[in-house]
């Protein structure tokens, strides 16, 4: 995971960071906590991991202008069940992209 992230994160003071260290905001060097940085970076990757089925099944759904249309159809036809296309559409992207 971005380990300049989790310095910026445990490090309120540092305002400046690279692969040699951090410094605040006198340009003087900060001394890092290591363990507080791969504590940090374990978080940030395990709430990534969370939420990489969000965004997946986000790009997955159909736009709202389609959904709506489907939605339309399915009200007018009087098919708003699970049989209907809105339905089917919807639940085939929640099938295929399960939250954690």
């Known amino acids: 995971m971005d380990r300049l992230k989790a310095i910026y994160n445990t490090h309120a003071n540092a305002v400046r960071t690279?692969?040699?260290g951090a410094w605040d905001a006198e340009d003087n060097l900060i001394s890092l906590d290591e363990s507080a940085i791969?504590?940090?970076m374990a978080r940030l990757q395990t709430e990534a991991e969370a939420n990489e089925y969000a965004e997946k099944?986000?790009?997955a759904y159909p736009n709202l202008k389609e959904q709506f249309d489907l939605l339309?159809?399915?009200i007018d036809a009087d098919?708003?069940?699970?049989?209907?296309d809105?339905?089917?559409?919807?639940?085939?992207v929640?099938?295929?992209?399960?939250k954690g």
Request: charged share 35%.
């Open 38 to 40: 791969t504590t940090e």
């Open 86 to 92: 809105f339905y089917t559409t919807l639940k085939a």
């Open 57 to 59: 099944r986000g790009k």
């Open 72 to 74: 339309w159809h399915a």
């Open 18 to 20: 690279n692969d040699e």
């Open 94 to 98: 929640k099938d295929a992209h399960p």
């Open 79 to 84: 098919t708003l069940d699970k049989t209907s």
